[in-house]
Every structure is written in structure tokens, then in C-alpha cells.
């Protein structure tokens, strides 16, 4: 008879909730909000910028895209003009918001896998619930997320810690049976002020590399993630994780 704590159990995760950050971590939207940041610099009259110029600043949002690009053309923007293309921006990103935007590698096994060994999955994004939801619709991941929230859906965004632990708690889960993963300096304030163990993605926008900001653990593809949470799980047995 295997162990309680066997980790080969397809049960041994049913007490568990994974959380999600979106944008970076699970889907590489950049080529659609790059699409979107070039829309913007057309109407200014200024040179599209390459995709590869644009990931910089993708974890900072639309303003932060729109700003950089165009100082980079030597264009200085004014608050009150980045407010007015920001609309722009918005209603474009919106009508193409899966355009070219993908699950990075080995996302949706490894979604497979954690659901049928009964974890719970949610996704916490500072990407309005709305955008996040129209997103993970248009590629068919909603369906693996039992709670989706976004900057405006609980009175705080991260790194304020209430937006992970109320997705956590709107998830039906426990703080101290969570793991984050995320892909920025952002996502690893959020999990510590929270308490709750962090595994970074080292593939997204973190401009640093994630390393730097010391999560309890990096990983460079999602096939690699299924061994981390075993290793956070397996912890939590004998004692606390943090």
C-alpha cells in the first residue's frame, strides 16, 4: 500500500490550489500587445518597433508599451496623450486579443496533469478580469480555472497580497495549500507577502532575470513545474514551506 504522502497518488493534490499569473506565465501575448503598440504608433505617425523592442516593457502595461516605443523614435509623450491613445490602444488590443498570442510550451499538459490529479487551478492577473477571461476564452483555457481574477476584481492588485489570497479563497482553497507561479518581480512580492510558496517562469517579461528576486524556485519550461509543486507538497508534509 503506497504511503500517504506518495506523490505518485493521482489524489495527492486534491487539497491543493495553484494559482496562475497570466500574461508571460502561461500565455505569450506579447505579439498581440506589440500588434496593438504599433496600431498606436501609426496613428502618431511614428515607425512600427519590433516585438523584441516591446517584451521590455509588456509587464508594465499599455501606457508603459506606448511610451517607450515612441521614445525610442525620440517622440516625447505627454500624460494627457498617453491618456488619449490609451482608448486606442484598448478597443485594438481587445478586437485582436488572440491574434497571435499562445499557451507557451508544455501550458496545457501540464494543466492536464495538475487537473486530473485533482488540484485546483486559478489564474490572478493585473490584466482587467474581462480582457483575461476574452483571452483564455478565444484559446479554450477557461475551462481549467475554478476562479479568474483580474486587476479590478477584488479592491487590490498585486503585489497587494489580497489579490492572491482572495483568488485563493474564491478558488474554495487555503493559503497554506497554495503555490503562485508567475514570471515577474511582481508575482514573487505578491507570494511573499502572502505567504505562499512562488515558483518563477524564466521565459517571461521580467526584464531582471527572476532569479534575482529569489522565488523558492525557477523554472525554464512547464514540464519542469509538476516537480517543483511535488517538492512544495512534499515539504508541506513534514512541516511548514516557508
Known amino acids: 500500500m503506497a ?20 500574461d508571460g506565465t502561461l500565455v505569450d501575448t506579447a505579439p498581440d500587445l506589440a500588434g496593438s503598440t504599433n496600431y498606436v504608433l501609426s496613428t502618431l505617425g511614428l515607425d512600427p518597433v519590433a516585438e523584441g523592442d516591446i517584451r521590455p516593457f509588456v509587464g508594465h502595461g499599455a501606457l508603459a508599451m506606448v511610451e517607450g516605443a515612441a521614445a525610442a523614435q525620440g517622440r516625447k509623450m505627454t500624460q494627457q496623450e498617453l491618456y488619449d491613445v490609451f482608448d486606442v490602444f484598448l478597443a485594438h488590443y481587445i478586437a485582436n486579443i488572440a491574434a497571435n498570442s499562445v499557451p507557451y510550451d508544455g501550458v496545457i499538459a501540464a494543466l492536464d ?29 477557461t475551462r481549467y480555472f475554478s476562479a479568474i481574477t483580474g486587476r479590478d476584481s477584488l479592491g487590490a492588485f498585486k503585489p497587494d497580497p489580497r489579490h492572491l489570497t482572495g483568488t485563493i479563497a474564491l478558488a474554495g482553497g487555503q493559503n497554506d ?9 511582481t508575482d514573487i512580492k505578491t507570494a511573499r507577502a502572502a505567504c505562499v510558496p512562488v515558483v518563477a517562469v524564466d521565459f517571461g517579461y ?5 532569479a534575482t ?22 515539504r508541506r508534509s513534514s512541516g511548514p514551506v516557508l
Do not use: Y
Not at 123 to 137: G, M, P
Not at 179 to 184: H, L, W
Open 206 to 210: 521580467s526584464v531582471e532575470p527572476v
Open 213 to 234: 528576486f529569489a522565488p523558492d524556485a525557477v523554472i525554464s519550461h512547464w514540464r519542469d513545474l509538476e516537480r517543483a509543486a511535488d517538492q512544495f507538497i512534499a
Open 113 to 141: 496533469r495538475f487537473a486530473s490529479r485533482g488540484a485546483t487551478l486559478a489564474v490572478c492577473t493585473n490584466k482587467i478580469e474581462a480582457h483575461a477571461r476574452a483571452l483564455l476564452d478565444a484559446l479554450d483555457m
Open 3 to 22: 504511503a500517504k504522502h506518495d506523490l505518485s497518488h493521482q489524489d495527492d493534490m486534491k487539497s491543493w490550489t495553484l494559482v496562475f499569473d497570466l
Open 177 to 185: 495549500r497554495a503555490i503562485m507561479v508567475g514570471d515577474s518581480e
